[in-house]
């Protein structure tokens, strides 16, 4: 009957072989390493949303109401991705006519007391958007003529999201008595449209 010996390898052999491989780390100083084994801190800050863009985003208007000449629009951001996303800032504003004559609209963005969004509470420069979740922002403009200046009909509006990529078209028909409009920044949610 065959009998199977192992023989033990000898200190010298041992001592050679790992005098050759002391330039390479075993696993036992990896798993003491407590560079490998450190766990993230706690308070490390989460990745920031990038910049919404248009693609990731829809618009409509949410109502338009007003009296003595000041009409007040409130235009739903939709955030149709995955993903958050962050807006800073304001939304740039283009009119069009029934014809497609655009209408550059001169923004007013008025901060503070004095502000015509003041009824709205304050508005934050920065916003993020949840996945599938809606924010707002609000324009207001004149529909009443001053002195012989005239009023033009506007069709549709173009909102050119913060990040300066691409555009949203929506339908707008309004008239328009001044192209110098106020525009606020994009509040999240839509409770504060209702004060």
């Known amino acids: 009957m065959a009998v199977l010996v192992l023989a033990a390898p000898s200190c010298a052999a041992t001592q050679h072989a790992s005098s050759s491989r002391s330039s390479v ?3 036992r100083q990896h798993a003491a390493s407590p560079s490998i084994l450190a766990l993230p801190s706690a308070s490390a800050a989460p990745p920031q949303a990038s910049l919404c863009t248009s693609q990731e985003l829809s618009a409509a208007v949410l109502s338009k109401n007003g009296a003595a000449g000041t009409i007040y629009a409130a235009i739903r951001l939709a955030n149709t991705s995955s ?3 962050t807006i800073s800032g304001y939304p740039e504003l283009t009119g069009f006519t029934e014809t497609g004559s655009p209408v550059q609209l001169q923004a007013n963005d008025a901060d503070g007391p ?3 969004f003041a009824i709205y509470g304050s508005f934050p420069l920065i ?3 949840p996945p599938h979740s809606d924010g707002a922002f609000v324009i207001v403009y004149t529909d009443t003529p001053d002195g012989s200046a005239g009023c033009m009909q506007l069709a549709r509006l173009a909102v050119a999201p913060p990040s300066g990529s691409g555009t ?3 339908p707008f028909p309004a008239t328009l008595c001044s192209t110098t409009i106020s525009v606020s920044p994009v509040k999240a949610g839509l409770t504060f ?3």
């Open 25 to 27: 780390p075993s696993l």
């Open 83 to 85: 993903a958050s996303c």
């Open 114 to 116: 004095q502000s015509p």
């Open 127 to 129: 916003t993020i958007l």
């Open 168 to 170: 949203l078209s929506l």
């Open 193 to 195: 449209l209702s004060p």
